[in-house]
T-cell receptor, first 112, second 112 residues
Framework: GNSVTQMEGPVTLSEEAFLTINCTYTATGYPSLFWYVQYPGEGLQLLLKATKADDKGSNKGFEATYRKETTSFHLEKGSVQVSDSAVYFCALKVYGNNRLAFGKGNQVVVIP | DVKVTQSSRYLVKRTGEKVFLECVQDMDHENMFWYRQDPGLGLRLIYFSYDVKMKEKGDIPEGYSVSREKKERFSLILESASTNQTSMYLC???????????FGEGSRLTVL
């Protein structure tokens, strides 16, 4: 089946630190990959996406590269701000399947 | 600005009550979804609808039903609320061409 695995546990880091959140996937077929972000008290919103191997999605200083050989889509940001504190979800969708598969999410807390 | 609107941000209900959660989207999307979000479990799909009057069970449909009488509106119904249905409920609609989900702000339901 289709599934997404995110690293366990919250992530706490200082402002201007480098952020990496790992995401690996299992899919039947060729998935599109997404990162969604949920700011406190809000619903999820799309942060970035990639639709084929070696594509790089980017937005708001965040980047993720679709790596087919390692079935990964790790999220990175070079210098985080307090305003990046949120929950981040990795997700995939396979063509012809109506559902998105979500990871469990990672809480990111950025300390001034 | 595209929008998914959930009727109630916070609800408190008693065990055994019938609960309606309403969701409206203004993007003319065919696909709509109901998820619940719980700490440590991420997002779990309850039901989705791929067109008016069409619905399909998600991963955790027990204790829930849905209604889609009009394209823009997708309702989640708890026929007899129970304490284990205390959760955050998220509605989403999907842009078919890109696969992107648009989420509402969520409805936090407490069942006493």
């Amino acid at each position: 089946g289709n599934s997404v695995t995110q690293m366990e546990g919250p992530v706490t880091l200082s402002e201007e630190a480098f952020l990496t959140i790992n995401c690996t996937y299992t899919a039947t077929g060729y998935p599109s990959l997404f990162w969604y972000v949920q700011y406190p008290g809000e619903g999820l919103q799309l942060l970035l996406k990639a639709t084929k191997a070696d594509d790089k999605g980017s937005n708001k200083g965040f980047e993720a590269t679709y790596r087919k050989e390692t079935t990964s889509f790790h999220l990175e940001k070079g210098s985080v701000q307090v305003s990046d504190s949120a929950v981040y979800f990795c997700a995939l969708k396979v063509y012809g399947n109506n559902r998105l598969a979500f990871g469990k999410g990672n809480q990111v807390v950025v300390i001034p | 600005d595209v929008k998914v609107t959930q009727s109630s941000r916070y609800l408190v209900k008693r065990t055994g009550e019938k609960v309606f959660l309403e969701c409206v989207q203004d993007m003319d999307h065919e696909n709509m979804f109901w998820y619940r979000q719980d700490p440590g479990l991420g997002l779990r799909l309850i039901y989705f609808s791929y067109d008016v009057k069409m619905k399909e069970k998600g991963d955790i449909p027990e204790g829930y039903s849905v209604s889609r009488e009009k394209k823009e509106r997708f309702s989640l119904i708890l026929e007899s609320a129970s304490t284990n249905q205390t959760s955050m409920y998220l509605c989403a609609s999907r842009k078919t061409s890109t696969g992107e989900l648009f989420f509402g702000e969520g409805s936090r339901l407490t069942v006493l």
